[in-house]
C-alpha cells in the first residue's frame, strides 16, 4: 500500500524539504507495522467487523441464554442440527465407557468390577435407563446446551440399590446464572460459588426445570445450594471459562440460511409446477384476463393453481407458462452442509448422509480426524468431568457401606472402539502390531471396547470346555497355527487326535 503525500507533507516540503522526508520515513514505517497483520488492518474488508475483548464468562453470561434456546430450536425442527447433534453423541459415548477396577488387590477390584454391574443398571434417578444412557443424556446435553450436570442423589437402606445413591441428570437452565454476588471470601459468578482461593464450593440451582410449566408450588421459584461434591459439571472448555456453550452456535447462522433459501425453493418450485393456461383473443394488451372460477365472495379468483385456466375478452388462443428449470441447487445445498458440518465439527457425510464424492482413501482420511477430534474429548472432557466424579462417589458409596476397605481405588476406563471401515485390514494391522511388540494384546482388546482381563477368563472357560467336548476352532492358536493347520503338540488330548476341524 502506497503512502501518499497529503495536502501538509506538500507544504512542508516546500519550506522544509529535511523535516519532510523525515516525516515521510516515519509515516512509511508507521504504515508497514499496522499492517503486519492483515486481519489488524482496517479496510474495507473489515469494515462493519465487531469484536469484543471481553472475558470468556463475561461472552456467555451474555449471549449463553439465546444460544442455548437457539440451539435446543434447532435439534427441534431442523434435520441437520438434528443429525449432528446424535453423530457426535453415538461417535463419543456409543453403548457406553465402561470402567474397569484395578490395584494390587485383584479380589477388591474384582468385587467392584461386580458391584458397577448390579448398581449400573439401577443408578438412574428417573428409573429409565442405565449408566450408559444416563452419560449419553449428559453428554447430549453438553453439545446441545453447552452444560450437562449430574447429580448424587443419597438414596435410603430401604430402597434396595446395591449403593445408597443415584445419579439425576439436569440441564443448564437448572443453574440459576442470575445469582451473582462479589465478597470477601467468596464469590458467585453464574450461579457458580467460588471460595476466595477460585475453587467451586457450590451451584445454586432449581429444583425443577424454571421453563416447566407445571412446576410444583411446593418447590418454589429460588434455587438451591448444592455443594460442589454433590455435582458433575461436564462442559468443553476452550478458554479459562466456567461454562461452554452450544457446539453448533457457529453453524447456526449457516442453518437459518439454508432454512431460508430451501423455503424459497420450495415456493417457487410449487409456483413452477402450476400449469397455467391464458385464453387470449387477439389483442391481449386491452384485454383482462379474468380466471373461469370465482370465490365464494364473487370475487375473481388471483392465486395460480395447477391446470388453472384464466379467460381474457374475445379468447381465440390459448398459451401456456413454461417454467424454468433451476440449475445448481445440489451445488449450493452442498457448500452449505460444508459449513454446517465444519460448525458442528462433524463429517459432511455423516451429517448429510451424502456419499456422492466419497471414495475408501478420503472416508478414511476424513474420519481418521474426527476419530481424533472424539479421542481428544473423551480422555479430555467426557471421562475426567464425569466419567471419574462418577467413580470416585461410587467408591465411597462402597466404602461407606463397609464392601471395599478404601474409598480410592484405581480405575481404567474402556470407550467404546470405532466401527471399522475395512475389518480385515485393520484387524491384520493390530496383529502385526502385536507380533512385532509395538503394542500388548490388553492393548488392542481395550481399544475395542473390551476388558482384557474378562475376555481373557471367557476365553480361557470357552477354549476349556470345547477341548472336553472335543472341538477344535481356529480361534485357538495352541491346535491351529495361521496357516489353519494343526498344530503338533508334544503329547495330544484324546480329542484333539479324533475330532475334526470346526
Known amino acids: 500500500m502506497e503512502v501518499r503525500l497529503n495536502l501538509f507533507d506538500r507544504a512542508l516540503a516546500a519550506v522544509a524539504p529535511r523535516v519532510a522526508a523525515k516525516r515521510y520515513a516515519a509515516r512509511v514505517s508507521l504504515a508497514n507495522l499496522s499492517r503486519a497483520y492483515e486481519g489488524a488492518s482496517g479496510s474495507r474488508a473489515t469494515a462493519g467487523w465487531r469484536t469484543t475483548a471481553a472475558s470468556s464468562d463475561a461472552i456467555i453470561a451474555s449471549d449463553g441464554a439465546t444460544l442455548r434456546e437457539r440451539s435446543r430450536d434447532l435439534a427441534r425442527n431442523n434435520p441437520y442440527a438434528a443429525k449432528a447433534l446424535q453423530v457426535l453423541v453415538n461417535a463419543s459415548v456409543g453403548y457406553g465407557i465402561r470402567p474397569r477396577a484395578k490395584g494390587q488387590n485383584k479380589r477388591v477390584a474384582d ?5 458397577w454391574e448390579q448398581w449400573a443398571a439401577v443408578c438412574d434417578a428417573d428409573g429409565h435407563t442405565n449408566f450408559d444412557g444416563v452419560l449419553g443424556l449428559v453428554v447430549r446435553q453438553m453439545f446441545e446446551g453447552g452444560d450437562g450436570f449430574l447429580i448424587r442423589r443419597w438414596r435410603p437402606a430401604s430402597a434396595g440399590l446395591p449403593l445408597p445413591f443415584q445419579l439425576e441428570v439436569r440441564e443448564a437452565e437448572h443453574l440459576d446464572e442470575a445469582r451473582v454476588s462479589y465478597g470477601p471470601q467468596d464469590r458467585i459468578n453464574q450461579g457458580i460459588e467460588y471460595d476466595a482461593g477460585g475453587r467451586r464450593v457450590a451451584y445454586w440451582m432449581h429444583q425443577e426445570h424454571p421453563g416447566d410449566t407445571h412446576r410444583s408450588v411446593m418447590v418454589g421459584w429460588g434455587s438451591k445450594r448444592i455443594p460442589a461434591s454433590e455435582v458433575a459439571h461436564l462442559f468443553e472448555r476452550q478458554r479459562t471459562q466456567s461454562r461452554g456453550v452450544p457446539w453448533g452456535a457457529p453453524a447456526m447462522i449457516a442453518i437459518r440460511d439454508l432454512d431460508d433459501w430451501m423455503l424459497a ?13 391464458v385464453l387470449i383473443g387477439e389483442d391481449t394488451e ?22 388453472m385456466l384464466a379467460y381474457a375478452s374475445g379468447a381465440r388462443d390459448v398459451k401456456f407458462n413454461q417454467p424454468a428449470a433451476t440449475a445448481g441447487v445440489y451445488e449450493w445445498n452442498s457448500v452449505q452442509g460444508h459449513a454446517i458440518a465444519a460448525g458442528y465439527r462433524v463429517p459432511y457425510e455423516l451429517l448429510t448422509g451424502d456419499l456422492k464424492q466419497v471414495n475408501f482413501s478420503s472416508s478414511r482420511v476424513g474420519m481418521n480426524e474426527f476419530r481424533s477430534m472424539i479421542e481428544v474429548l473423551r480422555w479430555q472432557t467426557i471421562i475426567p468431568m464425569a466419567c471419574e466424579r462418577v467413580w470416585s462417589w461410587f467408591c465411597e458409596a462402597a466404602y461407606i457401606v463397609g464392601i471395599i476397605p478404601t474409598p480410592h481405588v484405581p480405575v481404567e476406563w474402556d470407550p467404546p472402539a470405532f466401527p471399522s471401515v475395512n475389518p480385515l485390514q485393520d484387524a491384520q494391522a493390530d496383529l502385526l502390531e502385536v507380533r512385532a511388540g509395538f503394542a500388548s494384546l490388553p492393548q488392542m482388546i481395550a481399544k475395542r471396547g473390551y476388558s482384557p482381563d474378562a475376555v481373557a477368563t471367557e476365553q480361557a472357560e470357552f477354549l476349556a470346555k470345547a477341548a472336553a467336548l472335543g472341538l477344535i476352532y481356529d480361534s485357538d492358536p495352541a491346535k491351529v497355527s495361521k496357516g489353519g493347520q494343526a498344530q503338533q503338540t508334544d503329547a495330544p488330548g484324546p480329542a484333539a487326535a479324533g475330532a475334526g476341524q470346526q
Do not use: I
Open 286 to 307: 386491452t384485454t383482462s384476463a379474468k380466471p373461469g372460477m370465482l370465490g365464494v365472495d364473487g370475487r375473481p379468483v388471483e392465486g395460480f393453481e395447477p391446470g
Open 111 to 115: 468385587r467392584l468390577n461386580v458391584l
Open 265 to 277: 425453493e420450495r415456493v417457487r418450485k410449487k409456483t413452477e409446477a402450476c400449469m397455467v393456461g
